[in-house]
């Protein structure tokens, strides 16, 4: 079994910015595709921006300039740099990460944590 621990989320103004962290852990093998989803009340969850094993990105066209994935394989662990944030950046931002134990390859999910831009 593996788990995943976000942390870095809290309150920031407009125009602020956050790192969040993403840390795996357990009796992993490898890590495949690693990511940030979001979700905001009353919407569905979607995705911000992902990034492979060996460092491919791929990004929401609203974050597009203003948020950064980044990984460090040694570490097993995912970040996500946020800038110029606004208020409708305001989400529960959950980690994911395709990881591969002796038991079991397939997803798994962080608890999430809270990021608030206020208007």
């Known amino acids: 079994q593996a788990q995943l621990v976000e942390s870095g989320g809290g309150l920031v103004q407009p125009g602020g910015s956050l790192r969040l962290s993403c840390s795996a852990s357990g009796y992993i093998l490898s890590i495949n595709a690693m990511g940030w989803y979001r979700q905001a009340p009353w919407k569905e969850r979607e995705l911000v921006a992902q990034?492979?094993?060996?460092?491919?990105?791929n990004y929401a066209d609203f974050v597009k300039g203003r948020f950064t994935i980044s990984r460090d394989n040694a570490k097993n662990t995912v970040y996500l740099q946020m800038n110029s944030l606004q208020p409708e950046d305001t989400a529960v931002y959950h980690c994911?990460?395709?990881?591969?134990?002796?038991?079991?390859?397939?997803?798994?999910w962080g608890q999430g944590t809270h990021v608030t831009v206020p208007s």
């Open positions: 994911n990460a395709n990881i591969r134990t002796a038991a079991y390859t397939g997803d798994y």
């Open positions: 990034i492979t094993s060996s460092g491919v990105t």
